[in-house]
């Protein structure tokens, strides 16, 4: 793809140029400018560290190691060469060898990346602002990594390989930062290619909504088992919430069933199975919007929009806008007042009754 300028009444081309050329290295500068301005390739994601290889028996390092707003860490690899090389074997690797990371983990990392920066700051508590958490969630952190490739192209056999690997539930990305001279600056034209934008939400959706149904079907927890962590784990008010949300529940929706740290309900409409959210064991509600938005009607962003203010309108809960197809949480201990729990319970029978008229 060729870009042209505008000069007078003329359409001029703009010449390609390489990284090599213009002598922009890979670590000391393209590595060094996407660490200030991540934004660049991939919106809504906090970097980690960089170069990151804390693991046995190996020498490989992870270019760059983020994570995303929905807990997910990110493997982003970067290459300035014309074909990728070999780089998407490599981050498989990388991510097979973080895939166990926890929460703590993460916060170790970031705080060594910090001090080596000179930067000051509380890793935990920026790790746990950009998440919109209000506590730590070790069965939702990390449950998934993804890979993001960098490159200034790719070769065919990186991208049949990314194509056919995504078909198998891997997520991964690959953005073509391809470098051009403009009189004399260099610009950057930033696609991407794998998978196609417009076809992105809809893959995300059908992952998400395979990845929520494995979780289902393999859960070794039963109910009862998952009644006796809340009471463990949860004050004594929370338990209680927790409690009024399953009394309610038992009489609303299809089932109510455990997953490996919450319980959750579903309501089976048309013969479709749709999730809402769950009220897990560390105190905390979990909304999904994401799972709403795989099916209609809730797969129309502005009845999500409505279930947000309703959510919102709950005293002390402030979910941001940019989490409406995320899977954004707020404590259980807000729902502890009568007045609370109502509006809640108001929220989520507009939802049933939404979807219950769509059956007519």
Known sequence: MALFKISGDKVVEVSE???????????GDLQR?????????????MVITEE????????????????????????IELKRTQDGGHMELQAIRYAAMISTLTFDQVVQIHEKFLKSKGK???????????????????????SDVRIILVAADFSKEITS???????RDLDITCMRVKPYKLDEQVVLDVQQLIPLPEAEEYQVKVREK?????????VQKSLSEIWRELEEKCTAEEFQTAKEIDD??????????????????????????????KVTIEGSVQIWFIYLANKPPFSDESLRRQLLGKIN??????IDESRINGKPSFPLKQLSSKESLQIFKDAFEWVFSVMESEEK
Not at 33 to 45: A, E, P, R, T
Not at 210 to 218: E, M
Request: glycine residues 4%; negative net charge.
């Open 161 to 167: 390989a990314v194509l056919w690997l995504n078909s």
């Open 120 to 142: 000051d700051g509380d890793a935990k508590a920026s790790i746990l602002e950009f998440l919109e958490w209000n506590e730590v969630d070790e069965e939702q952190f990390a």
């Open 248 to 277: 309610w529940l038992q009489t609303r929706v299809t089932e109510v069933f455990p997953t490996a740290n919450a319980f959750a309900p579903l309501l089976r409409v048309k013969n479709r199975d749709q999730f809402f959210f």
């Open 17 to 27: 140029t390489t990284f090599a050329e213009q002598n922009i290295k890979e670590r």
């Open 313 to 318: 309108s709950i005293p002390g809960v402030k």
């Open 52 to 75: 990151f290889g804390e693991w046995d028996d190996s020498k490989r390092r992870i270019d760059i190691l983020a994570i995303d707003q929905d807990a997910n860490l990110v493997v």
């Open 210 to 218: 395979d990845k929520l149904k494995r979780s289902k079907r393999w």
């Open 33 to 45: 400018m996407l660490l200030d301005n991540i934004g660049v390739i991939s919106g809504n994601l």
